[in-house]
């Protein structure tokens, strides 16, 4: 460091400064709209300035939305509708999508419009009578928040608006709650693992907030009988909101996300126990179990020359805070740094509670962002991050020799959506993690030129 | 004329120029195409020098989506840049209530304490902009109390379309350009560039120019933004001419600096095909007194090139190169490729180049008009259909029926399009045919053509059709 220059304040270091971050989040209009592209037969409009429309882009492809089904509009607002009001601007542009084949158009506004007072909620309640399909404003300005805060708005605002009052109990059913907020970059398919073994015990899926959910399934939400929260990121408000109003019962609390045996085991188990399964989820526990050892042993992972390598988690809470077991268990490393991108009190409890139980004492960083990261890897020194692309960059010249893409990866590409959640799951981790062992150990150049 | 229910327009790119300008057509996208907007296109200039921190004065939205794309993706990932920060106020509710001037001016001081940055550029954005945040008097002050230059650019997203980021940003970085301490003869700053702290977002293009003005022995003072240093803006009027690997992106400050510092402008389109390549060398070598030296350089490229040129000149001779500006990597790109597929005897017809593109890129096109690029220009319905597939549905319907009417028919543009004709795939995406800028360029286009041409009867591929346009219906 240049001499001349000011030492780095400790509330910098100690990452207690808000002031200037380089996050990992995205703003609360972003998840909003991952929320709102989660309903099939819709489509969205983004009353903002097109850049906004971006972050639309990226939720479009976070849901796996089909371009030939699904239409995103923007009202593109200049500095005219800034100063003089959008809300002409948005009433013209919900009149061209009249024509639309769709059930729902969400009108999701950006700061802009917030700030200068566009009333999404009274335009689209004017306009309703005029279109066949159902409006739903979103008042989901950037500055209300994360990505987090924007799919629980979102979740909110689509309940109150959507949900029946009648609907009538099913038994042995389930509401699933922000699949979407998960930072495996193809979360679908934990959830889908989840419909699989939630079918396997009998157990009826109602609703799904929200992926490729129909608008009659929101409605019926309520029918269900349990809330199953798949985010230890986002959603806990929505459940509630199910829980206080419509009596739904949340299930899973308080367990880490099925990442890995011991996580998994609990999580089964605990739904066993409550649907009245626990054979159904007894005999999938043994059979997964027994699949994974055995697949192990035929393949033989390389994670088993890690022993108590340690290691450093940086993810968002869904993942981060299984993983934690996961990686002292099953991989048994030791986690030497555990730094999430957010800090909900229900997540922070949670992994201190796992800490206490495997009795460890990690360097623990809440709402970390890229500085507090690159800070926080310096210090603790790990062999191994289980993190990001992001991470890989940041750690450079720190001499880490492993760092397993497992979130926001940009060097692997999949086609094939895999799962974290579950027993297959413990494999495709395995499975990066062995693949970036064989990168470690491929040799950079030859040491002679071969003679043919 | 060609008489199609589908065409709303068919004349000439003056013709197109003219109702755009009467406002006979508007030059308006429909709501579901969005370009970027002036706060996007300002990050990538900006982050297109050396240690440098963009302090977003705003919410997480638009600095993550820029620094995930831009700083992770593009440079870290593609172009060996290291990871550089880019930094954010995080406003939130009480800030958009109450100002958050204070903390911005505290987020400096932080900047520079976490990054030792060279500079730091203060972006705001709609949340600021619209609250009425002082960015330009926050800089003036934060940069007493750090110890580098701090600049502020007024970058809020609904205050302009994306062209206007880009040459605000631009006309920024002037302000760190110092007066001259010597003319460096036969040194120069090559314009226009940008997305990331390395070469523009074509390297292979930029890489080529360069290695031919080595050739001819003249050196290039900073690409700019392109990776340069603040240092060597600092010094950027000591150079004798401005360049642009750009016209149009290069336009606007090759002006500024003409009319502020006196620093002449070269002014030439892209260097695709021999002619124009010619003209954008010998428009810095002749006011640089380095005509010979560039003459020969040209002479003995050219030799190198020969059959590649002869190839083109008799695989394109005659036919109508049809190409198609929606789906073609930048539509100056495209009308320059208009221009090179005359040089080599082909008739060109561009299809589908939106009014709003008429009106983002006015100073170049009325530029490339003047220089003799005038093609026949069509436009179809689908281009002006809401919804991207649709859109692009519609339009590569029509792209397939207009083919047909025209003899000997070829298609510039990307393998995207399935027209009943050979395609060349001029995609900046495949870097195994890249550059096309210059004399490799030559060679690299001649090989797409050969491509195409040889192997048009080859099956095109019914999976990417229809992930594209969805099962055949007919």
Known sequence: MDPEQPEVPADLVTGLSEKCRDPYLRCAFHGAAQTALGVSGSALLAHSPQGCEYLVNNAFSSQECDYMETITLCTKLCVDEIVHGGEDLLVRTIRQAKELPISALFVLSACGPEIVGDDIVAVCEDLQPEVRFTLIPIECAGFRGSQYDGIDIALDTILRKLVKNDAEKISNSVCLIAPHANANPTWIADLAWVKQVLSQMGIEVVATLTHRTRLSEIANATSAETTLLLSHDAGRRAAEYLQNTYHLESVGDGIPLPIGLTNTQRWLTALGERFDAQSAAEKMIADGEKMVMATCRRKWPMARFFYRTPAAIVADATIGIPLVRFVTEEMEMTPALVALYSSQPSARVLLEGELRDLGLAPKVVYGTDVYETRKSLGEVKPRVIFGSTIERHASEGMGVPYIVEVVRMMRQFRFINREYFGYTGILNLFECVQNEWTLRWRSKEKRYEAKW | ?474
């Open chain 2, 1 to 474: 004329m060609m008489k199609n229910d589908s065409i709303v327009f068919h004349g000439t790119l003056q013709q197109m120029l003219e109702k755009v300008e009467t406002g006979e057509m508007v030059p308006k996208l429909q709501a579901s195409h969005a370009p970027m907007c002036k706060f996007f296109t300002a990050y990538y200039v900006i982050s297109g020098i050396r240690h440098v921190v963009p302090l977003v004065h705003g919410p997480t939205g638009c600095p993550l989506y820029m620094s995930d794309f831009v700083r992770t993706r593009e440079c870290c990932e593609i172009r060996g840049v290291p990871l550089e920060p880019t930094a954010s106020t995080v406003l939130d509710e009480s800030h958009v209530i109450y100002g958050g001037e204070g903390k911005l001016l505290e987020a400096v001081k932080e900047a520079y304490a976490k990054y030792h940055p060279d500079l730091i550029v203060i972006l705001s954005c709609c949340c600021s902009g619209i609250i009425g945040e002082d960015v330009e008097s926050i800089a003036r002050e934060a940069e007493k109390l750090v110890g580098c230059r701090v600049l502020a650019l007024r970058s809020e997203g609904f205050g302009g379309d994306f062209r206007s980021g880009y040459e605000d940003a631009f006309k920024l970085i002037m302000e760190l350009m110092e007066p001259p301490r010597q003319k460096r003869k036969g040194t120069i700053n090559i314009l226009g560039a940008r997305w990331g702290p390395t070469t523009t977002e074509f390297d292979m293009d930029l890489d080529e120019i360069e290695r031919l003005l080595d050739e001819v022995g003249i050196e290039v003072n900073a690409v700019i933004a392109g990776g340069c240093t603040v240092e060597e803006l600092k010094r950027a009027r000591e150079v004798e001419l401005n360049a642009s690997w750009c016209y149009d992106w290069g336009q606007k400050l090759g002006d500024l600096m003409e009319e502020r510092f006196g620093i002449p402008y070269s002014k030439t389109g892209q260097p695709y095909g021999l002619r124009a390549t010619e003209e954008w060398l010998l428009g810095i070598a002749q006011p640089l007194r380095l005509e010979e030296k560039a003459r020969t350089v040209i002479e003995r490229e050219t030799q190198q090139v020969a059959p590649d040129l002869a190839y083109l000149k008799q695989a394109l001779e005659g036919k109508t190169a049809i190409i198609e500006i929606s789906e073609f990597p930048g539509p100056i790109r495209a009308l320059s490729l208009a221009r090179m597929a005359e040089e080599f005897g082909a008739h060109p017809v561009v299809i589908n180049v939106h009014p709003y593109t008429i009106k983002e890129r006015m100073p170049s096109i009325k530029f490339l008009l003047e220089t003799g690029v005038n093609p026949e220009i069509i436009l179809t319905r689908g281009l002006f259909r809401l919804g991207s597939f649709r859109s692009s549905k519609e339009t590569e319907d029509e792209l397939e029926v207009i083919v047909r009417e025209y003899e000997d028919p070829i298609f510039f543009g990307n393998a995207g399009r399935f027209p009943p004709c050979p395609v060349v795939n001029l995609t900046l995406m495949n870097p195994a045919f890249q550059p096309q800028y210059g004399f490799r360029g030559i060679t690299n286009i001649a090989a797409l053509v050969r491509q195409a041409l040889e192997n048009k009867d080859l099956p095109r591929s019914r999976l990417l059709r229809g992930m594209l346009y969805g099962p055949r219906t007919t």
